[in-house]
């Protein structure tokens, strides 16, 4: 079990690396153990998504400290282990920097479900108390309170803290954010009006599309493109 999950987190990197979400090495993911709830997998510092590997892989606490593992711990560990600390109900977190995401946060416009990849989104939380990195617990349960019951949070400037009950959930809705980000951003910038959709339609559609083998689906494809793309 443990080796399948790791070699998730290794094609989570790989998805995210092949979607421009590294930004250089400072993009992370994680995932909780389900053997043991208060340790969880993480990829390693100085090494970008597409470099995770089996041997270094790293295993932290629920403080933040590694406990095992080959590669070097991320200074920014904290904003994993206090969004598990404080979300039991979560197994997986990427924080990364996507553009759309950060240009919008620093708007300060609230979220708007005017695009089909904002419905799986019942609202984003803001964190705005530093751009800087989240090298604390302080700082981390700053990040962990912004998110609150939602699934991802905007922090202003710097980036994004997207969260699910597993890694293929978590992964696609990065991506699913940045791309509801860019819809947001471009058409704000066409000026006049921004339409919603009606509540229930949205939730319709977020309860077709916020499905748990929806997410199964969409990450194994991904995985396989991205791994053709290696190939190439």
């Known amino acids: 079990m443990v080796d399948h999950l790791k070699q998730r987190l290794i094609e989570a990197g790989l998805i995210l690396d092949a979607h421009n979400l590294g930004d250089f090495t400072r993009g992370h993911v994680s995932v909780r153990d389900p ?7 993480m990829k390693p510092h100085s090494l970008g998504f597409e470099e995770i590997t089996m041997e270094n892989i790293v295993i932290c606490n629920l403080e933040g ?7 070097k711990r991320h200074s ?3 904003i994993h282990s206090e969004i598990f600390k404080i979300r039991p109900d979560l197994n997986s977190v990427v924080h990364a920097h996507p553009k759309y995401a950060v240009a919008l946060s620093s708007t300060r416009r609230p ?3 005017c695009s089909q990849p904002s419905a799986s989104f019942d609202g984003v939380g803001y964190y705005e108390d530093t751009i800087n990195l989240i090298r604390s617990q ?5 990040v962990a309170q912004a998110l609150g019951n939602y699934k991802a949070v905007l922090m202003r400037g710097h980036g994004v803290a997207v969260a699910g009950n597993s890694i293929e959930e978590a992964v696609v809705r ?4 940045e791309n509801a980000c860019e819809d947001q951003v471009i058409l704000q910038s066409l000026g006049g009006d921004l339409v919603e959709f009606d509540k229930d339609d949205v939730e319709r559609l977020c309860r077709t599309l916020d499905r748990h083998e929806q997410y ?13 793309g290696l190939a190439a």
């Open 35 to 41: 053997s043991d709830p208060s340790i969880f997998f």
């Open 65 to 71: 400290e590694k406990i095992g593992g080959g590669g």
């Open 76 to 78: 920014e560990v904290f």
């Open 111 to 113: 979220w708007r479900a």
């Open 138 to 142: 302080e700082a981390g349960r700053g």
């Open 174 to 177: 990065t991506i699913m954010l």
């Open 216 to 228: 199964i689906v969409n990450f194994d494809y991904l995985a396989r493109k991205a791994k053709r």
